[in-house]
């Protein structure tokens, strides 16, 4: 009897201290991805920042990190396995990285600066016993200029970049830290470093605060809590990871309750989701889906005033309700109040009074309507709602007299046409093109398409835009090694990108997921990414 | 499905058919098509199918291309959009309506193709013998040796995306049954009497198997090829359905069912109306087949 | 007798062969340059150079295909271009669960098509007859990936009754046959039975009502024999076609479930196919439809065998 009323007690302590504490809360959380197979797990995700989100961030740590805590302002760098960093002032492509202290990884062994170089050679070393071609696409264009990484003690690590470059701390974020010292153990019962990697991603060993203990590829992926993690714990015990490639089996399987989180419900089942009781968490996400002119000779989107006339033409309130509320309508590559943000000039609006008149004044009209042909997709990652959104667009732009043709290809080859420039034949004549991208990193979300330097084949200046004045505001910013002077760089360059209206800025994604009642705690950040320490099982 | 099977019964239904073959037959088999009122409605369904969707235009009331943000997805029994609108505001009907053009042309155009070749390369397997008959008939046993979903899969992910690749793909899948249909037909024609007759009369192979075998061979081979019809729109509006057949804005019934799909929560009932077309359609090709057939097998 | 099998099993070796030939051409029938197929895009050169040699990609094309033939013998599909791990590893967990599904799939359309089909066969043209006949041509006239999603939105959705897609709460890999995972096989299942159902039907319904139509029945029936009798009898004449209809379906329903699989997020080689399809993934592609392939046509000898050994009658060239 005695022992009866002991169980019933244990059984009804952590219910009661879960409801009253939502710290000690617990429980397992079921993830449904939008991803077909698992993300890799070897340190460095494939699947694109989905990747990252759930199988990077959790397992591992990088040198820096994003602050995820905040919902009400876009999420910032902040330290992570580095606590603090500094560009030497002697050699502007020599980093010194101060390592956090008494961090271990998962299979007990120490981080330290040896750690990080032995990372940083996985994908940039050819000669490392350990170095792993099949990691290097997805880190070595998020890091485009480091080159090597040095231990100067045990607890401080120098890197080197090819030239200045003061984005390298944000780009780190990409690289995380694997154990070397597993590995090694690991590769003792393996023939070939391939093979190790392979037997890395069934058994991985990060400093993350959460580890692995079971995959299945392409099934599932379950981690439970790292109790030792350096910094603030989980509260979940164990998280699962479900491929679900399928919008609808997503929200199926949300509702009949074999998960309790899904990534990007279909807009159109959200009302269904929220009748049934779900949570829809949406922000604005550092996310851009815009139409990106062509500045060559045949293009008439050479001309600035047709470029503001269009993003004036716009009705992006109206795309808003189309898509059920699930976008943020964009007035730049960055929204206002974001440190980039500057101060245009030009501000981005509904007028299509003034959309008419610039029109006119740039010599079209009723006479000589102006007909825009632009490449888009009919779906792919981040692409949103590709058909119905230029649907949308199209009959929008007709009120202000502008035809606009589309040229709709598959996902994959709009993304090969976006590096061939739109003087390619590839691009068929296009006088835009329409690929959403991510825009938390300033190469990423300005420098890759409004550097000279960049354009088409180099990276993804598709329009072949070449002016010296951004060209010199881009070179400022990579210069500019203090956070703050650095900010300000980037706001010159982005107040100077609006005001020549370099883009039609269309909307951002506010990256939304569906979860049961039954999920507490969780902050939606302005970000790709989300930290999972957060949210709780009730 | 079991080819073997129908084969050799087929063979036997052209050997009788041969005999019978008449005035008088073909008036016993419209006697027993009339009396058959489930194949006379089936065929009634196809016939204004088609007549609707060879005249689209004027009998769809909307373009099928042009949507609304303002009216996506409104339900059956809307002012003017009878069958409501999908996930684009465009006319469900109208798109039906259009959309039918191209799922009958892939669920015919393959066929049809495998019956003219598989028809001459079986025949001439039958009609020759030997080597030719060994060379055809072991080559398609090849392709017998994959399921039939599979293979249109497997050529048509290769090739890519794309409505000629499907339609390449689902020709060669069903090019071997009906080789081996036209095949086992042709054999059993030709050892009968009268071909042996004209031979003795010294017709030559050509005058043979056009005047006498072909006659006899190819209503078997036609009916067989009918019921795949019904097989072919199915795994065509399933390449679609896949994302490897047609692509958007094209209205197909496969295409149309995989893009509404997200909507199946909000509007059920239109976003399986692509499904239910493609089922009346198939479900209705394969009912006159079995009443052709059965009109045409003597025994019935 | 035994000089058939002898020669079954032989013919089999060239049609393995031929059937290896064309899922081999598939990589090559693939626009753009072969080592593209086989390599990922950001592959090292001498990665690329590595594969070219190892695959013969400089030879002609039948020194290629023996030394892709040589591979597969030995086990090596090759590696996937999405993950990089062996197309073998991914490949192998698919075929044990699409198999469960097909089987599970067949068993149910073969239950019920015997049933339906020997009412129907028993009792030609009565109601019954009527019913088993428009539910075997709706069987195989109905697109399933779209009866799936019918079934989904009942019973998962709006019901809550089963659940929608996976292979249960631990996946694939800890399938155990309890409820807690055979609830998630009755959807999918369901939906892939109406094929070999319609199939089972029609042809249980026609050797019936042949064998009920024969004189010697008529006679048995006449000699007093009961009812159980003539049942014994209609099973021993009908069960080798059956069993032949039957085993094809199953090997049909392997290959073809890549719709249901899809619909249902089932991990078999159907979901396998779809995402290698998607990602452009020709080692995956062609690794899966040799392996479902070669399946089918073992399963094709076993039938003929097994069908042989039922009904000796059977003689073939």
């Known amino acids: 009897m005695l022992r009866l009323r002991h169980l019933l007690l244990a059984a009804a302590l952590p219910v009661a201290l879960a409801t009253a504490e939502p710290a000690a809360a617990q429980g397992t959380l079921r993830i449904g991805m939008t991803a077909a197979d698992i993300p890799l797990t070897h340190g460095q995700p494939d699947q694109g920042f989905e990747g990252n989100r759930f199988t990077g961030i959790p397992l591992y740590d990088a040198l820096t990190a994003w602050d995820l805590s905040r919902a009400d302002r876009p999420s910032t760098l902040i330290p992570g396995l580095a606590t603090e960093w500094s560009v030497d002032p002697n050699d502007r492509t020599r980093w010194v990285f101060r390592l956090r202290p ?9 981080f330290t600066a ?9 994908v940039l070393d050819r000669e490392a016993p350990h170095f792993d071609p099949r990691q290097v696409g997805v880190t070595a264009t998020r890091m485009p ?3 090597r990484a040095e231990a100067i003690d045990e607890l401080t690590v120098a890197l080197f970049t090819s030239e200045p470059d003061s984005l390298l701390p944000i780009n780190l974020t990409n690289l995380f830290m694997a154990s070397p010292a597993h590995w090694e153990a690991l590769r003792r019962q393996q023939p070939t470093a391939e093979a190790t990697w392979n037997a890395f991603a069934a058994n991985p060993s990060g400093t993350g605060p959460f580890r692995l203990t079971r995959l299945v590829p392409r099934e599932r992926a379950e981690m439970v809590r790292n109790d030792n993690y350096w910094g603030e714990r989980a509260r979940l015990e164990r998280i699962v990871l479900l491929p679900i490639p399928e919008a609808n089996a997503r929200t199926a399987a949300l509702l009949s309750n074999q998960v309790d989180w899904i990534e990007a419900p279909a807009p159109d089942a959200v009302p269904q989701l929220r009748a049934r009781g779900m949570q829809i968490a949406t922000n604005p996400q550092p996310h851009v ?3 990106q002119p062509c500045f060559l000779e045949h293009s008439p989107l050479r001309d600035v005033r047709v470029r503001r006339a269009i993003n004036l033409a716009i009705d992006r309130e109206g795309l808003r309700t189309l898509l059920g509320g699930m976008m943020q309508p964009a007035v730049g590559t960055v929204p206002p109040g974001h440190p980039w943000w500057g101060n245009p000039s030009f501000q981005i609006r509904t007028d299509k009074a003034e959309a008419r008149r610039l029109l006119a004044e740039a010599g079209y009209g009723p006479q000589r309507p102006l007909t825009l042909r632009v490449q888009i997709s009919a779906s792919g990652s981040g692409q949103m709602q590709p058909l119905p959104m230029n649907e949308f667009l199209q009959q929008d732009l007709r009120q202000v007299g502008v035809n606009v043709e589309f040229d709709v290809i ?3 080859a709009l993304f090969t046409n976006w590096r061939q420039g739109c003087g390619h034949p590839s691009a068929r004549g296009a006088h835009a093109i329409n690929v959403s991208f991510a825009a938390m990193d300033p190469f990423f979300a300005m420098v890759r398409f409004w550097d000279s330097k960049m354009a088409a084949p180099v990276s993804n200046n598709w329009g072949m835009f070449s002016d010296p004045r951004f060209d010199q505001l881009v070179a400022a910013a990579r210069n500019a090694f203090e956070p703050a002077e650095r900010d300000a760089a980037l706001a010159r360059l982005h107040a100077a990108g609006v005001d020549e209206a370099l883009f039609i800025w269309i909307a951002h994604d506010v990256g939304p997921r569906a979860m049961s009642p039954r999920v507490r705690g969780h902050v939606q950040p302005q970000s790709w990414f989300v930290d999972l320490r957060l949210p709780f099982i009730q | 499905m079991s080819s073997t099977a129908a084969a050799a019964e087929l063979a036997v239904q052209a050997k009788q058919a041969a005999l019978y073959r008449s005035e008088g037959y073909w008036a016993g088999v419209w006697k027993r098509l009339r009396r058959d009122p489930v194949t006379i409605v089936c065929a009634l369904i196809l016939l204004a199918m088609l007549v609707v969707i060879v005249f689209a235009p004027l009998f769809a009331p909307h373009d099928p291309y042009q949507g609304s943000m303002i009216r996506r997805l409104r339900p059956i029994g809307t002012e003017n959009y009878p069958l409501g609108t999908d996930e684009l ?3 469900m009907l109208s798109r039906l309506i259009y959309g039918g053009r191209l799922s009958w042309f892939m ?7 495998a019956f003219v070749i598989g028809t001459t390369l079986g025949v001439t397997a039958g009609f020759v013998g030997g080597k030719v008959n060994m060379l055809i008939m072991r080559v398609t046993d090849v392709f017998y040796a994959f399921p039939s979903v599979l293979l249109a899969v497997a050529i048509s992910g290769a090739l890519g995306a794309g409505i ?20 086992s037909v042709t054999t059993g024609v030709r050892n009968l009497d009268f071909v042996d007759a004209a031979r003795a009369s010294g017709a030559s192979a050509l005058t043979i198997v056009r005047v006498h075998v072909l006659g006899n061979v190819l209503g078997p081979i036609f009916i067989y090829a009918t019921s795949l019809i019904s097989v072919c729109m199915i795994l065509a509006s399933g390449l679609s359905f896949l994302g490897l057949g047609t692509r958007p804005p094209e209205p197909e019934w496969g295409l149309m069912l995989n893009t509404l799909r997200t909507a199946i929560y909000v509007q059920p009932w239109v976003a399986v109306l692509p499904g239910a077309c493609i089922f009346v359609t198939s479900i209705c090709f394969n009912l006159v087949s079995d009443g052709l057939r059965q009109a045409m097998d003597v025994k019935g | 007798m035994f000089f058939y099998l002898v020669r079954r099993v032989l013919y089999a070796i060239p049609i393995a062969l031929a059937v290896g030939f064309v899922c081999f051409m598939l990589v090559q029938i693939a626009p753009g340059d072969p080592i593209n197929a086989i390599v990922p895009p950001d592959a090292p050169q001498e990665v690329v150079e590595q594969v070219r040699r190892d695959y013969g990609l400089d030879q002609p094309l039948p020194v290629q295909f023996g030394l892709w033939l040589w591979k597969v013998v030995q086990g090596d599909l090759g590696r996937s271009l999405a993950t990089g791990r062996p197309v073998w590893s991914d490949l192998s967990s698919a075929i044990a669960n699409t198999l469960t599904l097909a089987a599970m799939a067949s068993l149910i359309g073969f239950v019920l098509g015997c049933l339906l089909g020997g009412l129907a066969g028993t009792y030609r043209g009565s109601l019954i007859d009527r019913v088993a006949v428009t539910s075997a041509v709706a069987g195989v006239s109905v697109p399933h990936y779209w009866l799936g999603m019918v079934l989904v939105v009942i019973f998962s959705v709006q019901l809550n009754l089963l659940p929608a897609m996976g292979a249960g709460p631990g996946g694939s890999a800890d399938w155990a046959w309890d409820w807690e995972h055979f609830q998630h096989l009755i959807l999918p299942a369901a939906t892939l039975s109406v094929i070999p159902m319609g199939i089972v039907t029609r042809t249980v319904r026609g050797i019936v009502a042949e064998i009920m139509n024969q004189e010697f029945v008529t006679a048995l029936r006449g000699k007093g024999l009961t009812s159980r009798g003539v049942f014994l009898h209609v099973v021993k004449n009908a069960s080798p076609n059956v069993i032949a209809v039957m085993g094809l379906q199953l090997g049909y329903l392997m290959g073809g479930s890549i719709l249901v699989e899809t619909v249902f997020s089932w991990p078999g080689t159907g979901l396998l196919l779809n995402s290698a399809i998607f990602q452009r993934d020709l080692p995956v592609l062609q690794g899966t439809i040799l392996v479902l392939a070669m399946f089918f046509v073992a399963l094709n000898l076993v039938v003929d065998l097994v069908q042989t050994a039922l009904d000796p009658r059977i003689k073939r060239a």
């Open chain 2, 89 to 91: 505001g465009r006319d």
């Open chain 1, 102 to 110: 008494n961090v271990r990884f998962h299979d007990g062994s120490p």
């Open chain 1, 145 to 147: 200029t480091l080159r």
């Open chain 2, 107 to 113: 669920g015919i155009l393959p066929v049809a193709l």
């Open chain 1, 114 to 122: 040896d750690a990080v170089v032995w990372n940083v050679r996985k």
């Open chain 2, 164 to 183: 000629l690749n499907a339609i390449l793909a689902l020709t060669l899948v069903f090019i071997p049954p009906i080789i081996r249909v036209a095949e």
């Open chain 1, 289 to 291: 889906w815009p139409w």
């Open chain 1, 410 to 412: 598959e996902w994959n």
